[in-house]
């Protein structure tokens, strides 16, 4: 198993470097660079100058030779393609993405200041799930076919299928006082007078505003979770050493709880890794409905204004997390079912 570690971890490095020359290469070919952002910035603000005038490439703005040149020289475009990546490659070793162009300031300074709402949200929809799921999943698989399981089974399905930002809309429109209840505030992370408030204060005011986004943030992977664990029991019952345990007279809460959960449990163990992706977890859209400042809303931003440092270090620290989490739920399936050798 050792060696099988070793030789993923040494995979995951030129993985990352395959992805980061795709998404390098993609972000640059992609037309409406920085630089033509700044010379629309110019252009509105009536800053440009005259004298010996270029047009830049769809910006329709004129700008002098010089102040093209400086642009390209400030965002680094002065050099060829390949060797601006290859500086970036560089500055990896200190976890250097480069300055952002929008914040001007370091790119993991902006990912840290929006770490908050993914951290948050991420890390208790990731808990939320596999502790509601699980148990209610072997509860459905023990009463399979009862009303319990069939009225569940309704509900879990129609939570999957409505979009999360749609479930969002609802309930701010019926409990964040859009025409029914106001039970809850509209969104936001925190309250106005957060600052005047008591750390006890402070704690349930961010509980208050998070439980309508989590709701959402929760609901689409823990319908899924729930489905996938009662399938994974009904299968495991059906074996035969499950037919030799009820045959020595054991009962039934030991023969789902100690035979066949430990074995239903290694299809569940693929989503076991996906928790180190939880630090970056970001929804765009809920990020919109709920006010939230986070991951999903700076990637979105970062590719309409081109962006390119910030667009690299959310690509590269995800896609590293994604790596590193796959590796995590191969050893799980090894702790789960010490059957399984990946040598």
């Excluded at 020359?21 to 603000?45: C, D, H, M, T, Y």
């Excluded at 749609?166 to 936001?188: C, E, K």
């Excluded at 859209?285 to 400042?293: A, G, I, P, R, S």
Aim: with cysteine; aromatic share 14%.
């Amino acid at each position: 198993m050792i060696k099988y570690i070793f030789r993923r971890i040494l995979f995951i490095i030129p993985t990352l470097i395959g992805i980061s020359i795709v998404v390098f290469g993609i972000v640059n070919l992609a037309p409406g660079s920085p630089i033509e952002q700044k010379l629309q910035q110019l252009r509105f603000s009536g800053s440009a100058e005259g004298g010996g005038e270029t047009s830049s490439r769809g910006a329709g703005a004129t700008v002098s030779e010089e102040v093209l040149e400086a642009l390209k020289k400030q965002y680094g475009f002065d050099k060829p393609v390949h060797i601006r990546y290859w500086i970036w490659l560089k500055n990896l070793s200190t976890l250097d993405f480069g300055d952002s162009f929008t914040y001007e300031e370091p790119v993991i300074d902006v990912i840290i200041s929006k770490f908050p709402v993914s951290l948050q949200f991420g890390i208790f929809s990731f808990i939320l799930s596999y502790l509601i799921s699980i148990p209610l999943g072997v509860f459905k698989a023990i009463k399979n076919g009862t009303k319990f399981d069939i009225g569940s089974s309704v509900a879990l399905y129609f939570a999957y299928s409505i979009p999360s930002f749609m479930l969002g809309i609802f309930l701010i429109v019926f409990f964040a006082g859009g025409s029914f209840l106001d039970v809850f505030p509209i969104g936001g992370m925190y309250s106005d007078f957060y600052d005047e408030m008591t750390t006890t204060e402070r704690f349930f005011d961010r509980i208050y505003h998070a439980i309508l986004p989590l709701f959402c943030f929760t609901i689409g992977s823990f319908a899924q979770l729930t489905i996938l664990m009662k399938n994974s029991i009904i299968e495991e019952i059906s074996k035969d050493y499950i037919r030799t345990a009820r045959a020595k007279g054991l009962s039934e809460k030991v023969v789902y709880l100690k035979h066949a959960l430990r074995n239903a449990l290694i299809p569940i163990a693929t989503g076991i890794g996906s928790f180190l992706s939880v630090f970056f977890a970001g929804s765009l859209l809920l990020e919109k409905v709920f006010q939230l400042d986070g991951i999903g809303l700076l990637g979105f931003n970062s590719i309409l204004s081109r962006d390119y440092n910030v667009i690299m270090g959310l690509v590269f620290i995800q896609s590293a997390l994604m790596l590193v989490g796959n590796l995590i739920s191969d050893i799980t399936y090894v702790i789960v079912d010490p059957r399984i050798d990946f040598e």
